[in-house]
């Protein structure tokens, strides 16, 4: 979890910058984007489910197997409530620049 170990003065005044920034008027030409980013896991099920049968409904097994990991980029333009979803095989620098290159496209 990202925390601040000290609000002080530098914190305010850059907070006060960023907040700035979302209250201002929406330029065409100067668009305010956020991206954000969560790795994921991918999971399977270990067991395929049990069926329904009369009187009783589908079952699942709560273990599952590990599939690996993804990471999904979440880009907002907050003035225009606009957002796109990338998703990607990994964290590197690689997939930032695609995310990066796809809100240029935008």
């Given at each position: 979890?990202?925390?601040?170990?000290?609000?002080?003065l530098?914190?305010?005044?850059?907070?006060?910058?960023?907040?700035?920034?979302?209250?201002?008027?929406?330029?065409?030409?100067?668009?305010?984007?956020?991206?954000?980013?969560?790795?994921?896991?991918?999971?399977?099920?270990?067991?395929?489910?049990l069926?329904?049968?009369?009187?009783?409904?589908?079952?699942?097994?709560?273990?599952?197997v590990?599939?690996?990991?993804?990471?999904?980029?979440?880009?907002?333009e907050?003035?225009?409530g606009?957002?796109l979803?990338?998703a990607?095989?990994?964290?590197?620098?690689?997939?930032?620049?695609r995310?990066?290159?796809?809100?240029?496209?935008?």
């Amino acid at each position: 979890m990202w925390c601040v170990p000290e609000i002080g003065l530098e914190f305010v005044a850059r907070m006060e910058d960023v907040l700035e920034l979302y209250a201002r008027t929406h330029r065409q030409r100067e668009p305010v984007v956020c991206l954000d980013e969560r790795p994921v896991q991918l999971l399977d099920p270990a067991r395929p489910d049990l069926p329904m049968r009369a009187g009783r409904p589908r079952r699942s097994d709560y273990e599952y197997v590990r599939e690996g990991t993804a990471n999904i980029f979440c880009i907002v333009e907050p003035l225009t409530g606009r957002r796109l979803t990338y998703a990607s095989a990994n964290r590197k620098g690689r997939a930032f620049t695609r995310a990066l290159q796809r809100i240029a496209r935008q």
